[in-house]
């Protein structure tokens, strides 16, 4: 069966006390498909010198998009993830927070559903409570997650749990290329705008998301301190999805 490459951006933004760049090396020592592109995001510490290193020891499967001014995350994997399809022309390519909230042990996992079903276009992580499951999240952004998924999920007439979940991987094809041509209109909530983005070029048919889109429960994700989302991005979130819904879905209710 022929192998399958996948890559995954990685934004990083004054991430050098968080990052565990030895994770990173156990993983690749571990998994061969998989393949890394950093996006220093106009960091001001040493992100960018510990990444070039980090290049430096791995040339074949990683790689370093330095932005030298900060674009915020939206861009950064927008950015990212058109580099990679472009140079390395993987099967696969999504995105994943540098935190590692997300385990990278979940990356195989997130593609086997992908073999497991062919229509799948999409897979999502999903932060899940789960008996057997170790999913520990801020009580209060649990609960505005839950407020912010529901508006989304009314939005986008798609019952969808958790937009925000830094872990997430797509089949490469010319409709996602489309989605990531032009700049993101929103600075928090791009997961969002790429879905709407999907819809659209459906000309609103939410039923295409239903069938391409799998949320995949995390088996584990960790809330991980010095997050720079705070509970006022929520404020943010909602203003900006209500931009989201009438640029690109506003006329189709």
């Known amino acids: 069966m022929e192998t399958c490459r996948c890559s995954i951006i990685v934004p990083c933004f004054n991430e050098e006390s968080r990052l565990r760049l030895d994770v990173f090396s156990d993983f690749l020592r571990s998994e061969e498909t998989t393949q890394f592109l950093f996006v220093n995001d106009g ?20 790689s370093v998009l330095d932005k030298p001014v900060n674009g915020g995350k ?5 950015d990212g993830m058109r580099q990679a399809m472009l140079a390395d022309r993987p099967d696969y390519v999504g995105f994943w927070d540098a935190d590692l909230a997300t385990p990278l042990t979940a990356i195989p996992e997130l593609l086997q559903q992908f073999a497991a079903n062919p229509a799948i276009e999409m897979v999502f992580g999903a932060r899940i409570r789960l008996l057997g499951h170790k999913v520990n999240r801020n009580p ?3 609960y505005l997650g839950r407020v912010f998924a529901s508006a989304v999920s009314i939005m986008l007439r798609l019952p969808i749990y958790d937009t925000q979940c830094g872990a997430k991987i797509f089949r490469v094809t010319p409709e996602l290329s489309e989605v990531l041509s032009a700049p993101f209109h929103s600075r928090w909530i791009f997961d969002v705008e790429i879905l709407a983005r999907f819809e659209a070029l459906r000309k609103g048919d939410a039923s295409y998301l239903e069938n391409t889109v799998y949320e995949y429960p995390l088996s584990e994700w960790n809330d991980v301190r010095g997050s720079k989302v705070t509970s006022g991005a929520f404020l ?5 999805l209500f931009g989201i819904w009438r640029r690109y879905l506003g006329r189709k209710f």
């Open 140 to 142: 209060l952004r649990h």
């Open 74 to 78: 939206a861009e950064a994997v927008r």
């Open 236 to 240: 943010r979130a909602i203003f900006e």
């Open 43 to 62: 960091s001001t510490d040493g992100t960018l010198r510990l990444l070039r290193q980090f290049e430096a020891q791995h040339p074949d499967r990683v």
